[in-house]
T-cell receptor, first 113, second 116 residues
Framework: KQEVTQIPAALSVPEGENLVLNCSFT??????LQWFRQDPGKGLTSLLL?????REQTSGRLNASLDKSSGRSTLYIAASQPGDSATYLC????????????FGEGTQLTVNP | NAGVTQTPKFRILKIGQSMTLQCAQD?????MYWYRQDPGMGLKLIYY???????DKGEVPNGYNVSRSTTEDFPLRLELAAPSQTSVYFCASSLTGTANLWYGYTFGSGTRLTVV
């Protein structure tokens, strides 16, 4: 059974800091990994999607990396801003699960002005 | 371009009542999913569908039913609501993809359900 773990569960940083959110998964036989952002009381917004043959994806101040052999992904946020405050969830698509995603429990990020 | 639309946004049910959560997508996605999210927890898959007329159970299907008569709609039915079904429900959709060409999930904005 695939398990997805996100550490830390919560993180508070001052504005301007560069930070890394971690995601680990137990089954390395995955196709894709998708990072989402969730604002309080809202739905999930896709941030970055890493395809099977890719090792990283970048969008603006965000960079996500994927190392399937070690079962790890990181989401790097550069020059954090108060508007980045949200919960960040990672999800993996296993080779044996069709299009179903398995989600981690998320990291709640607070960026303080 | 509406994406995935869920209704209602909020609902309070009494124990034993029934209701249907609506989900519609306009992107011609063949896959659709229902997840529930409890406070401080990740998302748990309730049911999913790979196309019209085909549905299957996820991790936590007990107490729920689904149908998929069209590509666009995927309603979730709660029969005999229980306090344990208090949660936020999310519908999502996606396209069939390969390992290196997959476009990921699009989520609706959620339905917050309280059973009292």
């Amino acid at each position: 059974k695939q398990e997805v773990t996100q550490i830390p569960a919560a993180l508070s940083v001052p504005e301007g800091e560069n930070l890394v959110l971690n995601c680990s998964f137990t089954d390395s036989a995955i196709y894709n990994l998708q990072w989402f952002r969730q604002d309080p009381g809202k739905g999930l917004t896709s941030l970055l999607l890493i395809q099977s043959s890719q090792r990283e994806q970048t969008s603006g101040r965000l960079n996500a990396s994927l190392d399937k052999s070690s079962g790890r992904s990181t989401l790097y946020i550069a020059a954090s801003q108060p508007g980045d405050s949200a919960t960040y969830l990672c999800a993996v698509r296993r080779e044996t699960s069709g299009s179903r995603l398995t989600f981690g429990e998320g990291t709640q990020l607070t960026v303080n002005p | 371009n509406a994406g995935v639309t869920q209704t209602p946004k909020f609902r309070i049910l009494k124990i034993g009542q029934s209701m249907t959560l609506q989900c519609a997508q306009d992107m011609n996605h063949n896959y659709m999913y229902w997840y529930r999210q409890d406070p401080g927890m990740g998302l748990k898959l309730i049911y999913y569908s790979v196309g019209a007329g085909i549905t299957d159970k996820g991790e936590v299907p007990n107490g729920y039913n689904v149908s998929r008569s069209t590509t666009e709609d995927f309603p979730l039915r709660l029969e005999l609501a229980a306090p344990s079904q208090t949660s936020v429900y999310f519908c999502a959709s996606s396209l069939t993809g390969t390992a290196n060409l997959w476009y990921g999930y699009t989520f609706g904005s959620g339905t917050r359900l309280t059973v009292v």
